[in-house]
């Protein structure tokens, strides 16, 4: 059974804060990790994707894999209100890329 | 990335019946997917809508209760059969673009009564 974990939070940062938001899977035949965010009542946005361990940066955003330790991790920096959200990780893998989902962190930015 | 469309955007419904959702992309994609998101909930893989084939369901979803079709390249329907208010939920299509990335469209938010 292929799972992936998160923190369900909510976790709280102040405005202007590094918001730092994690993942763990199990199925190490994942080869591609994505990170999306869910505002309320809409549909998951892609927001990362990573396929290779390090960093990738993209704005405020960078993700981070270590696939030894089978982790992946999310850091948004300056946060604002706006990225008050669902924050969802997915681990793939296979033909046609079928994904797992977590069960999401909820992301507080406080102004 | 494609654009993608749900029609109905949301629907309520009796026990009993059934509701089809439609999902179109603006361009050709080989694989669709349809999930299922329950009210603060993850998201949960229902099947994978093949074109000109049947669909390959996920484990705990069953085709008769979850009937798809995939006429064409750009086009899929998920008929929601014999619904119950267990069924009430937030139905997604997404399409694998081809190059590693999944991305959905708006969802269909369906309760029944």
């Known amino acids: 059974q292929k799972e992936v974990e998160q923190n369900s939070g909510p976790l709280s940062v102040p405005e202007g804060a590094i918001a730092s938001l994690n993942c763990t899977y199990s199925?190490?035949?994942?080869?591609?990790f994505f990170w999306y965010r869910q505002y309320s009542g809409k549909s998951p946005e892609l927001i990362m994707s990573i396929y290779s361990n390090g960093d990738k940066e993209d704005g405020r955003f960078t993700a981070q894999l270590n696939k030894a330790s089978q982790y992946v991790s999310l850091l948004i920096r300056d946060s604002q209100p706006s990225d008050s959200a669902t924050y969802l990780c997915?681990?793939?893998?296979?033909?046609?890329?079928?994904?797992?989902f977590g069960g999401g962190t909820r992301l507080m930015v406080k102004p | 990335s494609a654009v993608i469309s749900q029609k109905p955007s949301r629907d309520i419904c009796q026990r009993g019946t059934s509701l089809t959702i439609q999902c179109q992309v603006d361009?050709?994609?080989?694989?669709m997917f349809w999930y299922r998101q329950q009210p603060g909930q993850s998201l949960t893989l229902i099947a994978t809508?093949?074109?000109?084939?049947?669909?390959?369901?996920e484990s705990g979803f069953v085709i008769d209760k979850f009937p798809i079709s995939r006429p064409n390249l750009t086009f899929s329907t998920l008929t929601v059969s014999n619904m119950s208010p267990e069924d009430s939920s937030i139905y997604l299509c997404?399409?694998?673009?081809?190059?590693?990335?999944?991305?959905f469209g708006p969802g269909t938010r369906l309760t029944v009564l």
């Open positions: 809508a093949n074109q000109g084939s049947e669909a390959t369901y």
């Open positions: 361009s050709q994609v080989t694989m």
């Open positions: 997915a681990a793939g893998g296979g033909a046609g890329n079928m994904l797992t």
């Open positions: 199925d190490r035949g994942s080869q591609s």
């Open positions: 997404s399409v694998y673009d081809g190059g590693g990335e999944q991305f």
